[in-house]
């Protein structure tokens, strides 16, 4: 959803439609610190685009098996 200034912010529930999810399963996420990155803006929660695809793309695997990368020990 592009908006006036160029910028494109989407709300819980259009993020929400572009991921597949129920809106209340981002807002579930949001609350345990899980999901996609978003930014408060004078107190609404927003997310870009890119953020969203750049989390799913992180869940990519190439069978059920497949776990995914290690965990950074570092952090």
């Not at 993020?15 to 999901?35: H, I, K, M, N, Q």
């Not at 990155?37 to 497949?66: E, F, I, N, Q």
Request: hydrophobic fraction near 35%.
């Amino acid at each position: 959803m592009s908006r006036t200034d160029g910028a494109q912010y989407l709300t819980t529930v259009e993020a929400a439609a572009l991921l597949a999810l129920a809106p209340r399963t981002l807002e579930r996420w949001r609350w345990r610190g899980l999901g996609p990155r978003y930014r408060k803006l004078g107190g609404a929660v927003r997310y870009v685009p890119a953020d969203l695809t750049a989390w799913a793309d992180a869940g990519t695997r190439s069978s059920t098996s497949d776990r995914g990368p290690a965990p950074d020990p570092a952090t």
